[in-house]
Nanobody, 115 residues
Framework: QVQLVESGGGSVQTGGSLRLSCAAS????????MAWYRQTPGKQRELVAV???????NYADSVKGRFTISRDNAKNTVFLQMGSLKPEDTAVYYC?????????WGKGTLVTVSS
């Protein structure tokens, strides 16, 4: 089992920046892919960014060039640096990890971007 705790959410104005963190604990051998998802009411949870154990990354088209995912393998922590934020980035952001993205989930942290 793996437990995930997100932090760093909050409110920011359009164009601002936020940095999300997610610390994983538990069975470290189960931690391979680390990812960030987001969800707004009435919509499906969508993948924002993913990073493999070797550091390879992939991003949703909507955040490319604005968000950066990184990880600290020694601390089993993943980060999401968000810049040039837009109101449409408003969502609950969830951290995920496991042998594959989506195996384990955090409880989420709310990001609100006001215009």
């Amino acid at each position: 089992q793996v437990q995930l705790v997100e932090s760093g959410g909050g409110s920011v104005q359009t164009g601002g920046s936020l940095r999300l963190s997610c610390a994983a604990s538990g069975s470290s051998f189960s931690i391979n892919v680390m990812a960030w998802y987001r969800q707004t009411p009435g919509k499906q949870r969508e993948l924002v960014a993913v990073i493999g154990s070797g550091g390879s990354t992939n991003y949703a088209d909507s955040v490319k060039g604005r968000f950066t995912i990184s990880r600290d393998n020694a601390k089993n922590t993943v980060f999401l640096q968000m810049g040039s934020l837009k109101p449409e980035d408003t969502a609950v952001y969830y951290c995920s990890t496991g042998r594959y993205a989506g195996e384990y989930w955090g409880k989420g942290t709310l990001v609100t971007v006001s215009s």
